[in-house]
């Protein structure tokens, strides 16, 4: 029996070798260690943390088939390229494969090292028998909080893996999946039989990610420039339908790169041919609602935009977090305005009482996040339970750090003159009183005449927009129905000189803005180029996306270290034995070259 010490060296070796990767990321070596000592582990990993090595890795190394629950077929064969691409021997075993009879000889005679299946199958009497006649190294168990009720996806069928795992006892189970809180963790551990101490949870940093957000003006060309900016694949998500439709067109005239829309309003084909088409692409934009991401694995999307606010911090970090996955440097941006804080408090007053609350405290914690001119990424952490540093030194706040502004006595003036005029107009009259301006309408009401008027002088007037967002953002004015605004949240105590207001220095000049959100990822390096033109090539010949010949990451790194021979290329992090051997020879080509 091999050492601890011994195994994960092994491992290493094995990351080495068939994945082409030089390190462990994150909890990683930890799961991996408990599976090779045939422990039962739930690794609860984000986004993008690498959860499938987990198992493919062990898988390589372990005689007998790891099987993989998957729930997603789609998944699963993009799962299955993948791992081909790696010389790993996978299968699937579902109802839209032809080849049946081959793996199921093929996974007897112990010659598969993963057998993907969907949790259906679980419940299947013969899929027993087969299982009992085959040589088994682990259990796979992915998205596992589908086993719980008090996950937000539960599917009957994952019920019944237990029994069937039950039935091989000697064989370790691992069960992975990115999101659980602390209850429906405890869950899935009972419910698929892992002892308590097989917990794994990996933090929830993504530090590629660099995060912005900035006020909306105008969103469709801020957007546009984002998209002349930043290279690479990119979602942008918009609220409706009708936005998507609108943004997507929008911005294909105006960035010149290929744009597709993605909502479910579209026919099927359609949605998914544009899915399709962004999976293998290198530069396309989809411009979504958020019913576009779920399951679909493309490591390269170099950013994730919103159009708006998202519904919740959750939400937003599951959102961005489809950017970046390859961990090479990716952006995400986030346009908001007041008007999408102050309608998603208005929908707040049209669901039932007993979730209200809840929701109020979801879209504070998101104005927060908006508002803040600390460190974005340190909100967003706090936010799930971490303890991160107060700066993250990528995010535009660390990046830049904003000044920030006492506005506590202009609060108070603006706050009284929405009610002294009677808590019916919008911010437009109301900022008329307050600057004192010669207006027809302030007259007729007798506004003109009441205490608060011009009271705010020239050099704090231009603080009164961002003031009224900021209000908005935290609650402390709703809309009225009639596009007015009244006071509502903690309005009083600002009032009454109990709570303060802090603004974030006003929007920078465009110029200042493109530097805060510079693409990390530049264009222009003819060798990169190159490569990515040879990447593209085989890509289109093997009839896969070209992230799964390389990511990125490596032709980067081979545009950068020249590599000379295949044993130079074979040190570059990304290049495996496998794809060393099938592309080598026309990589070094291309970089002899240049
Ligand atoms: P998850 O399922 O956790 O969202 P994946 O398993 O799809 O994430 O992995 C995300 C990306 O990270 C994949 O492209 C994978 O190749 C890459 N990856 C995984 N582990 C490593 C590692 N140790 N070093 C470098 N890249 C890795
Ligand atoms: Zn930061």
Request: charged share 25%; glycine share 8%; net charge neutral.
């Amino acid at each position: 029996m091999a050492t601890a010490v011994e195994r994960i060296g092994d491992a290493r070796d094995t990351l080495r070798r068939v994945f082409g990767f030089e390190q462990f990321r994150g909890v990683q070596a930890q799961v991996i260690e408990r599976v090779l000592a045939g422990e039962s582990t739930l690794a609860v990993m984000p986004t993008g943390a690498g959860k499938s090595l987990t198992y493919q890795l062990p898988a390589t190394m372990l005689p007998g088939t790891c099987v993989v629950v998957s729930p997603l077929i789609a998944l699963m064969h993009d799962q299955l390229r993948s791992a081909r691409a790696n010389g790993i021997r996978a299968a699937t075993l579902t109802s839209v494969d032809d080849d049946r009879a081959a793996t199921i000889a093929a996974f007897r005679a112990g010659e598969l090292d993963l057998l993907y299946i969907a949790p259906e199958r679980a419940s299947q009497p013969h899929f027993r028998e087969l299982l009992a006649s085959a040589p088994l190294a682990l259990f796979a168990v992915d998205e596992a909080h589908c086993v719980s009720e008090w996950g937000h996806d539960f599917r009957p069928d994952y019920r019944q893996l237990r029994p069937l795992m039950d039935a091989s006892p000697q064989v370790p189970r691992l069960a992975l999946t990115a999101t659980a809180d602390a209850h429906t963790r405890a869950d899935v551990l009972s419910q698929l039989g892992i002892p308590p101490e097989g917990l794994v949870v990996a933090g929830f940093d993504r530090p590629n990610i660099r995060y912005a957000i900035r006020h909306r003006e105008n969103g469709a060309r801020q957007l546009a420039d984002l998209l002349r900016e930043q290279c690479g694949p990119g979602i942008v998500y918009a609220p409706t339908r009708r936005k998507v439709d609108d943004l997507s067109a929008k911005l294909a005239a105006a960035s010149g790169r290929p744009v597709l829309p993605y909502h479910a309003g579209l026919p099927a084909e359609e949605r998914a041919a544009n899915q399709a088409a962004f999976v293998a692409s290198e530069d396309m934009v989809m411009v979504a609602t958020i019913a576009f991401g779920m399951g679909i694995d493309k490591p390269d999307v170099r950013f994730v935009a919103h159009a708006g606010i998202p519904k919740s911090i959750e939400a937003y970090y599951q959102e961005t977090g489809r950017a970046g996955r390859d961990g090479d440097p990716a952006l995400a941006l986030m346009l908001w305005a007041a008007g999408d804080f102050a309608q998603a408090r208005q929908r707040l007053g049209e669901i039932e009482e007993a979730r209200q609350v809840g929701e109020r405290a979801r879209l504070d914690a998101l104005a927060r996040l908006v508002e803040t001119p600390g460190c974005r990424r340190a909100v967003l952490l706090r936010h799930f339970g971490e303890d991160p540093p107060e700066r993250c030194g990528n995010c535009d706040n660390c990046l830049e750090a904003p000044s920030v502004l006492d506005v506590t006595e202009l609060a108070r003036k603006f706050l009284s003159a929405v009610y002294r005029t009677g808590q019916s107009f919008g911010f437009g009259h109301v900022q008329k009183v307050l600057v004192g301006a010669e207006d027809e309408r302030v007259r007729q009401r007798g506004h003109d005449r009441l205490s608060v008027f011009g009271i705010v002088g020239a050099d704090e007037a231009r603080l009164l927009q961002p003031l009224s967002r900021a209000l908005q953002a935290r609650g402390s004015l709703v809309p009225t129905e009639h596009g007015g605004l009244r006071l509502d949240g903690d309005a009083r105590a600002i009032l009454k000189g109990d709570a303060a207001v802090e603004i974030v220095q006003p929007p920078p000049t465009r110029k200042e803005r493109r530097r805060r959100e510079q693409a990390p990822n530049p264009v222009g390096d003819p060798l990169f180029e190159a490569l990515r033109a040879l990447r593209r090539e085989l890509a289109a010949e093997a009839q896969v996306p070209p992230y799964v010949i390389f990511h990125d990451a490596t032709l980067r790194e081979m545009a950068a270290a020249r590599p000379a021979s295949l044993a130079e290329l074979g040190e570059i992090p990304g290049v495996g034995a496998r794809k060393l051997e099938a592309y080598g020879d026309a990589f070094l080509a291309v970089i002899r070259q240049h």
